[in-house]
């Protein structure tokens, strides 16, 4: 090194170590003339007195996915890392132009973005360079990364590391990133809108969307019952209006599509901009999101562009999602050469729309608020994402766009202005380009060419299709399988272009019969089309009479030829087919046509699919029905893919059995027993009548009443005399009770007018828990001649048992 200073090869690694590195050096200036405008920037020229380690593989700087090159204005994450054990306290990164020296603002490339403001943070003497917010021990890391517009070359990502006293820095390898400018595919069309269009004339397009979001592509998580693709919308436009952009906010429309797949808000939205909008493109949804092109054509549309209308934008949902989705934003189809684009291709990964919070595929809704700008899904967003990977790997992406230009119209400004033979030329230079078909794609043959759309001397085209019947290798796109060219009504071309070219005559089919007359066809096809567009009107059948050993048995018979196959009976999945002839002349001998007049065969249609329903996750079960006991409780659900999809079968409600703790159980009393006889013969005495407790209160219900109640009675006077003989023969018959009670066996019982037999067991409780009953009884052993029917019955007692929760 000169004593002038470093060389400017090392000015960024000498300039940008971190504030932990600044304290290890002494600056010393360059002289004036090198100083000038450069002092203040990143390049002022350090002499750096500390230990310098070149080539350390313990540290380094990685681009998210490892790209080789980048698309100009796209997003990358940088990250810087340590190798376990090792780690830094302070680092630098920074982007510059490949050849600049750092003493201009124009030499730096592109802008970097704060991910954690506690980590990172902006130089201050070095307003491009991203260094460390706090010197502390780390191991890893990161910063966002926005490639510079078009037209800016390769660029390097250098990167210097402070570990204690040492700085690891380096031109090539671990911590330094080269990477150049992504060229277009095809060459025609500009990575980034151009500001003006100097092209001519229309264009028209088709765009074609090649879904590879699958189950084999990305297993994680992969929502198997209600994958899709939400139906396209999109238009060309002007530079005016904008769909929807990166670092831009969604608008209702593009929420529409993001959450529910719905593009109606979307479309109405467009439709509102007037004349900034050329063409809306719009495409059927796809469910389920992927399957073989020989079973489901990759949907298509076509639009128009102008020299004020020449960008496209358009967008899908990838469902179920929280609120993803794939497309592009205002693609520019005017090059810089005055012409139109021939053919532009893209992958296609997910972003996020920024209205909803969700991680995975089937989030649960989660409003973001406020509203987060429209940005790219990266590989290290959340671990529970489906594109999560921890080494920041790329995203696979999911799937393809193709936009190929099919026709011009009016003067061109790079061309020799538009005639017939022009435009077949060119679109035949385009199918030589497209014959080039990838080994992995089998079509069909080409079919021939329809009629021409104009029947005068006005521009038309005609159309044929080939069937793609296998796509090997899904990352290969194949060639489309319809293809167009101009033509022109019959009697307009030079040359007599009338003519038809036939194929030979295949043979002969069999005769009908195998016994008598029958019929025998033959057929050819059109090789070529007039080239007038015109109608070819050469027989392509033949039929003739044929007989099969005239002598035939009289019981034979003649019948027609089939008829055509009915439609299946199936819409989709297996189902069944027929077709009918008739017997043409029955057997002479009258008996029965043994022929076959009807056949049936299985027919199979296209897999069935049912439109799943998108549907928000379960509500809170509610209350249950009741406040003690048993009751139900209900959650319910809600509808959110569009009604235009088709009817939902899935349930919305769901109801349960609830139980919450006992209800209280009152005491349950028997009727009362009629009043008793008054107990005086004369004068005033009582009677009374009693009740008996059938079930005893539970878990606090309300106690038992009374069972028994007395009144006052009164039968008539008593004379002195006859009251104290009948008070003595009262006293008497008492005592003869007392007597005979005496007597009895232990456990009878008496009962006025009548003897008793003992109370019988108790029976078993009706209930293991929770309240149940048990009841006994007495019957009558002996019924006196003078007792009623009315005070002389049988009687029964009940009571409580298994009062115990259950």
Same mark, same amino acid.
């Given at each position: 090194m000169s004593a002038a200073g470093p060389h400017p090869r090392v000015l960024l690694l000498l300039c940008l170590f971190s504030s932990a590195a600044c304290n290890m050096f002494a600056f010393t200036e360059e002289p004036s003339e090198r100083v000038g405008k450069a002092d203040g920037y990143c390049s002022r020229i350090l002499r750096a007195q500390s230990n310098r380690k070149d080539g350390n593989s313990e540290f380094r700087l990685r681009v998210e996915g490892d790209p080789e090159s980048y698309h100009p204005g796209s997003t990358y994450r940088v990250t810087l890392s340590a190798t376990s054990p090792s780690y830094f306290r302070g680092f630098t990164v920074i982007a510059l132009r490949e050849g600049a020296e750092g003493d201009k603002d124009e030499d730096y490339a592109g802008n970097f973005q704060i991910i954690d403001e506690e980590e990172t943070q902006f130089m201050t003497n070095c307003p491009p360079a991203v260094t460390e917010s706090t010197p502390r021990r780390r191991t890893t890391i990161q910063v966002f990364w926005t490639a510079p517009p078009s037209g800016s070359g390769c660029v390097l990502l250098k990167a210097s590391i402070v570990q204690k006293r040492i700085i690891y820095f380096q031109d090539e390898g671990a911590l330094t990133k080269r990477m150049c400018e992504k060229e277009s595919l095809y060459g025609d069309a500009t990575d980034k809108p151009l500001l003006d269009c100097c092209a001519c004339g229309t264009a028209k397009y088709r765009v074609t969307f090649y879904g590879n979001w699958s189950e084999k592509t990305h297993p994680k998580d992969y929502p198997r019952r209600a994958n899709h693709w939400s139906a396209i919308i999109g238009s060309s436009h002007s530079k005016n209006y904008v769909l929807w952009e990166y670092g831009g906010f969604s608008s209702e429309g593009v929420k529409q599509v993001a959450e529910l797949g719905s593009p109606v808000k979307m479309e109405e939205e467009i439709r509102q901009k007037g004349d900034d909008v050329l063409t809306v493109i719009k495409m059927k =949804?796809?469910?389920?999101?992927?399957?073989? /092109? #020989?079973?489901?054509?990759?949907? +298509?549309?076509? !639009?128009? $562009?102008?020299?004020?209308?020449? /960008?496209?934008? !358009?967008?899908?949902?990838?469902?179920?999602?929280? %609120?993803? #989705?794939?497309?592009? +934003? =205002?693609? %520019?189809?005017?090059?810089?050469?005055?012409?139109?684009?021939?053919?532009? $291709?893209?992958?296609?990964?997910?972003? %996020? =729309?920024?209205?909803? +919070?969700?991680?995975? @595929?089937?989030? &649960? #809704?989660?409003?973001? +608020?406020?509203?987060?700008?429209?940005?790219?899904?990266?590989?290290?967003?959340? &671990?529970?994402?489906? !594109? @999560? %990977?921890?080494?920041?790997?790329?995203?696979?992406? $999911?799937?393809?766009v193709m936009v190929e230009r099919i026709a011009r119209k009016g003067e061109q400004c790079n061309i020799v202005p538009d005639n017939v033979d022009d435009i077949v030329a060119d679109i035949a230079q385009e199918e030589k380009e497209e014959d080039d078909t990838p080994e992995t794609c089998i079509y069909s043959n080409w079919s021939p060419w329809s009629v021409c759309s104009s029947a005068t001397c006005e521009k038309g085209k005609r159309m044929r299709q080939r069937m793609l019947k296998a796509q090997l290798d899904l990352s290969v796109p194949c060639p489309h399988t319809q293809d167009f060219e101009p033509c022109m009504g019959p009697g307009c071309s030079d040359e007599d272009a009338s003519t038809c070219m036939m194929s030979e005559w295949i043979n002969w089919s069999p005769c009908s019969m195998s016994c008598g007359a029958g019929t025998r066809s033959r057929e050819r096809y059109v090789k070529q089309f007039p080239d007038d567009g015109s109608v070819c009107t050469l027989p392509t059948e033949e039929t003739e009479n044929c007989v099969i050993n005239e002598e035939c048995s009289p019981s034979s018979c003649l019948v027609t030829e089939w008829g055509e196959w009915d439609v299946c009976s199936a819409t989709c999945g297996l189902g069944m087919k027929r077709r009918e002839r008739m017997v043409q002349m029955p057997p002479a001998d009258g008996s029965i046509c043994g022929a076959e007049v009807l056949e049936v065969e299985k027919c199979m249609m296209p897999e069935c699919h049912t439109i799943p329903c998108m549907l928000t996750p379960w509500s809170d079960w509610s209350d249950c029905s009741v406040t003690c006991g048993k009751g139900l409780r209900t959650r319910q659900r809600m509808l959110k893919s569009p009604v235009e999809l088709g009817e939902c079968t899935e349930e919305l409600e769901q109801v349960e059995k609830c139980m919450l703790p006992e209800c209280p159980i009152d005491c349950v009393m028997s009727e009362w027993t009629e009043w008793s006889e008054c107990n005086k013969s004369c004068g005033k005495g009582h009677t009374i009548r009693t009740r008996m407790v059938m079930l005893e209160p539970q878990f606090g219900g309300d106690p038992c009443p009374e069972t028994i109640q007395r009144k006052k009675c009164k039968i008539r006077k008593c004379n002195r005399g006859q009251g104290n003989s009948d008070e003595k023969k009262r006293r008497k018959e008492q005592r003869e009770k007392r007597r005979s009670k005496q007597g009895r066996t232990e456990g009878t019982s008496e009962h006025p007018g009548c003897r008793m037999r003992p109370w019988s067991s108790w029976t078993e409780c009706t209930k293991p828990c929770g309240g149940g009953i048990q009841e006994r009884l007495m019957t009558v052993k002996q019924r006196f001649k003078t007792a009623q029917l009315s005070s002389c019955k049988d009687r029964k007692e009940i009571r409580a048992c298994n009062v115990h929760p259950c």
């Open positions: =949804a796809q469910w389920p999101a992927w399957q073989p /092109l #020989n079973v489901r054509a990759a949907p +298509s549309a076509e !639009f128009s $562009v102008d020299r004020s209308r020449h /960008l496209m934008s !358009f967008l899908t949902m990838l469902g179920p999602s929280p %609120d993803w #989705n794939v497309g592009l +934003s =205002a693609e %520019d189809l005017c090059t810089k050469e005055c012409g139109w684009a021939q053919k532009v $291709v893209q992958d296609l990964i997910p972003w %996020d =729309a920024g209205t909803d +919070s969700g991680v995975s @595929y089937e989030s &649960p #809704n989660k409003p973001t +608020s406020p509203q987060d700008k429209i940005r790219p899904l990266t590989s290290l967003d959340h &671990p529970q994402s489906p !594109f @999560y %990977d921890p080494e920041g790997g790329a995203i696979t992406p $999911v799937a393809r």
